[in-house]
């Protein structure tokens, strides 16, 4: 009934002994439908950030849905959550709400083109905004000729070729993740001086930067991971854990880009479904009054160190990379190819799923405020047994 | 915060006299932040189509909700929902899920791309399938240089139109809606035979007919608006009424497009989440226990026909053009250039709006089966004192 059964990101970990579907989840746990309860650290690839069935989320949920979910008119809620994202997000002055994070990597597109009169698009080679056509490589079956014509991608942390590209052509805007996460491969942090490099140069030629929040949003800084990092975006854009599991994503933007978002053509049926936006509310206060990055930093750093720790005792070298809530695992072995290293990596994570800990070995895992410290004992454990059995 | 303040499709009646803020909404009606209540003909733009709040649905969402909604795996609700809609609707043989209506045409696109290995779209001039690039006029803010440069664009109704396109190009589909339903325009049937033209071209050419039913889904007939009409897709895509006002879509197709929907990457964090597919697959069972599209069939018919009548007896000419549940509404009057009959018309949608009737101006209506004879007789009521109103 359904094309490859289990489609897209969900489709990577199935066959290799993980389990398929959820049957129930809360908290930092879920329960597949062979009731195996698993220690979640994939957090839904991002969403799940204050855990599962967090009680003020869905209690703010249930009682939107009981005065109306998506209606003919908008609800304050939408408002509410304008000013709350606008209140919060370091440096910007308005929000748009859509439901997919490319709906608001699209949309941020469109207003830079806007906004600057030209149509060219400096991305990062290897960084993911979505499945649209321009977003895609070239070659993946579907995107058709052209689609990728206006898009120049450029290697991270190298600012002369962004300084090259905008050289060469008429370039609208830079999207770019705050720092790099691609999959299979180290994740990797801005080097230093290379956002204000981008800044200088984007600023000095009129291009518009935009931040793809979306996978990073809030598990750096609260205001922003340009904040964590300290530059200026122009439009700044956010999903996932922005509704805790309540399908919204949201673009944020400088009064510069004001007009131009005012002017594009962009709206969808679902974009003014009020349920999820009241979620979102909700989560954006939950985070703040529990100080949620500092919580999930602190857990991520103890989780990876946990880690490291036990790697070396079994004899094995863990590269922890990325950000401290979004940890990139990795067991590098310069005695193997690189295959046979990813194969060795990929039989430690499956060991660990099993054992009861879901991580994947080729994506960025994530850490929420809802993982305990027992989450961290209980995961150690697993993965002793794990880092054992490749022994055997 | 937000440019524009209220955006999108729902800035259209902002301005004219109509409520903007929803605080409620139950059934049929909505109460605005007013505190004025209004029977709903707009019903969300389509999504609302057991009424607001129904029952059945939001049990089931609630249900769901308890369980999980956006985890780090599907559902089985996943499978359930698929073969719900494989079941009821007429040919498909598989679905894929998202959340817009966008979602689905885009992939519509991309499966039809990589099966046909072309690369242009023939779509209908003024057909709507969502806000990217490649949808929008060439001229809008934000579409950049050469994102139509894929899409030929020829009138409704004109099969020889589409025979030459596919004559002078490789042409990978054909994407319409199933009847055509532009804004500020009358809505229009296919002629007779013309669906079946398009048929045998597209077949004789190996181009893949694409239905966006997106709108019209459900309200024409509960095994998709083709089956309305006689003729046999590759793809159908669903959004709006699907899940009852829950944000999902999905795109459904024949076994010949299995392989290439299985090559397309196409995936979103949101699109699994599992609080949607419960509240759609509850949704299609009461649409199909109570027989629905023939219950807003014959609303749609009555409320047409009891406003005509109002129509005449004022000495106006009330144009009923659409499906039955998707009714368009103009009033023409010959003695007026085209803005001032637009003008004159927008004065009794106001009227109406002001009653307590909600209806638009400048595009289709919609009906549910939460519209009681009340609810007709009531805005019958109303436009009788709207239609008198014009003449003072």
């Not at 399908?247 to 944020?252: F, K, N, Q, S």
């Not at 430690?348 to 989450?375: E, M, P, R």
């Amino acid at each position: 009934m359904i094309p490859n059964g289990i489609y897209g990101h969900y489709a990577g970990p199935v066959g290799v002994g993980a389990p398929i579907f959820f049957d129930t989840a809360f908290g930092s746990h879920f329960t597949d439908i062979d009731n195996n309860t698993y220690i979640d650290w994939m957090c839904a690839y991002g969403p799940m950030i204050l855990g599962y069935g967090h009680p003020a989320v869905e209690k703010a949920a249930a009682d939107q849905a009981a005065r109306g979910n998506t209606v003919s008119l908008a609800s304050p809620v939408l408002v509410e959550l304008a000013e709350q994202l606008v209140d919060m997000v370091d440096g910007v002055d308005w929000a748009l709400f859509g439901k997919n994070g490319a709906d608001s990597t699209n949309l941020a597109v469109m207003v830079a083109r806007a906004a600057t009169g030209r149509s060219k698009v400096v991305k990062i080679d290897g960084g993911y905004h979505g499945t649209s056509g321009w977003m895609q490589e070239p070659d993946r079956p579907g995107v058709a000729a052209g689609e990728r014509d206006q898009v120049i991608s450029i290697a991270w942390n190298d600012a002369a070729a962004l300084k090259q590209a905008i050289a060469d052509h008429d370039v609208a805007c830079f999207i770019s993740s705050p720092y790099h996460h691609p999959v299979l491969a180290d994740n990797e942090q801005p080097a230093d001086g290379y956002w204000a490099e981008v800044e200088t140069a984007c600023r000095a030629a009129g291009v518009a930067i935009i931040v793809d929040d979306v996978r990073a949003g809030f598990r750096l800084d609260l205001a922003g991971s340009h904040a964590h990092y300290g530059f200026s975006p122009d439009l700044v854009c956010f999903g996932k854990a922005l509704g805790n599991g309540h399908p919204i994503a949201a673009l944020t933007g400088t009064d510069s880009m004001r007009q131009a978002a005012m002017d594009v053509f962009y709206t969808g049926t679902q974009f003014f479904s009020a349920v999820p936006m009241a979620a979102a509310v909700a989560t954006l206060r939950e985070l703040l009054v529990i100080g949620a990055t500092d919580v999930m930093t602190d857990v991520g750093r103890r989780l990876s160190a946990g880690l490291v720790d036990l790697a070396n005792a079994h004899g094995f070298d863990l590269v922890v990379s990325g950000s401290p809530a979004m940890p990139y695992y990795r067991i590098a072995d310069p005695s193997l190819a690189r295959r046979e290293a990813f194969a060795q990596h990929s039989r430690w994570i499956k060991a660990c799923v099993q054992g009861g800990a879901y991580l994947l070995s080729y994506h960025n895992n994530f850490v929420s405020v809802a993982h305990t410290d027992d989450d961290i004992a209980t995961t150690l454990d697993i993965a002793d047994r794990a880092f054992g059995s490749l022994r055997t």
